[in-house]
C-alpha cells in the first residue's frame, strides 16, 4: 500500500519509521510519502492561508496549493481522506476499509479548515474517492494528529505487519461495540490484587466463558463513559 499525507508540518510524520510500522516499511508492505504544502505556492511568504469570505474568526486555506499538491499526488483509485472535525466519525469498520485500498493520501489542514471548493472539486473527478473524517468529537490543531492515528490503525491490518494474525481477530472492535476482555501477565499477585483463579485453571471453555463474560462487562462500561 502506498500512503501520502501533505501538511505544512510534514515533521509530525517522522514517528512513523518507529515500531511495527517502521517496520512494515523496511519490509516494503507500505511506501510513505510526504509533502510540504508550501512547496506548492509560488509566493516569497509561501503563504497557504488568507481571511474567510463573509468574515469570522481565524484563516483558511488557500485552495491553490491544494489543488497543486493534490494534482501531483493522487493516483487513479486512490481514496483521498481530508481531516476535519466535522467528517464522518473514524472507526474499525472504516480501518479495515482503507486498509484495502491501493493508495491513501492524507490533506491535513490546519486553522479553519481548507477552502470548501477543494473537496468539492476532488469529489466531482470519478478517479479518486473522497472522505471527509473526523478521529473524535474534539478540535485539534489539525489533522496530522488525526492522520497519525489513523495510518496506525490502518497500516496493523495490513497482512505481514502484525506477527500474529490471530490477535487481530480477538481484540477490541474486531466485532462492532464489543472490547476485549481484561488480560493478565506474571507475577500472579501483585500489590495484594490476585489474578482470576480461572485464568490458571487449564480449564479452556471456563476460561473462554469467563473471558466473554468480562468482555460484555467492559463494553458496557465503555459505552456508558
Ligand atoms: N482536525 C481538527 N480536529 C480534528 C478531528 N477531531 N478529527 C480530524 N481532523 C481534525
Redesign the pocket.
Known amino acids: 500500500m502506498k500512503i501520502s499525507a501533505i501538511s505544512i508540518f510534514p515533521e509530525y510524520f517522522q514517528p512513523l519509521q518507529l515500531s511495527l510500522i517502521g517496520k512494515a516499511q523496511e519490509k516494503s508492505l507500505v511506501e510513505f510519502n510526504v509533502k510540504d504544502l508550501r512547496d506548492f505556492t509560488h509566493d516569497t511568504h509561501r503563504t497557504v492561508d488568507d481571511t474567510p469570505y463573509g468574515g469570522g474568526a481565524g484563516m483558511v486555506m488557500k485552495p491553490e496549493p491544494w489543488g497543486e499538491a493534490l494534482d501531483q499526488t493522487l493516483t487513479d483509485g486512490c481514496d483521498l481522506i481530508v481531516?476535519?472535525?466535522a467528517?464522518k466519525r473514524f472507526n474499525q469498520r472504516l480501518a479495515e476499509k482503507f486498509s484495502q485500498s491501493p493508495h491513501l493520501v492524507f490533506a491535513c489542514g490546519r486553522y479553519e479548515g481548507i477552502d470548501a471548493r477543494v473537496t468539492e472539486y476532488y469529489r466531482s473527478q470519478p478517479r479518486y474517492r473522497v472522505h471527509e473524517?473526523?478521529?473524535?468529537d474534539?478540535?485539534?490543531n489539525?489533522?496530522e494528529v488525526?492522520a497519525l492515528a489513523i495510518i496506525e490503525s490502518v497500516v496493523r491490518l495490513i497482512p505481514g505487519v502484525i506477527g500474529n494474525p490471530e490477535s487481530l481477530v480477538e481484540e477490541s472492535h474486531a466485532q462492532d461495540g464489543v472490547v476485549e476482555y481484561p488480560t493478565y501477565t506474571k507475577p500472579a499477585e501483585w500489590r495484594g490484587l490476585k489474578v482470576p483463579d480461572v485464568l490458571s485453571s487449564g480449564n479452556h471453555g471456563a476460561i473462554a466463558t469467563w473471558r466473554a463474560e468480562a468482555a460484555q462487562l467492559r463494553s458496557q462500561h465503555a459505552e456508558r463513559d
Open positions: 481531516l476535519t472535525p467528517g473524517i473526523s478521529i473524535g474534539y478540535v485539534l489539525g489533522g488525526a
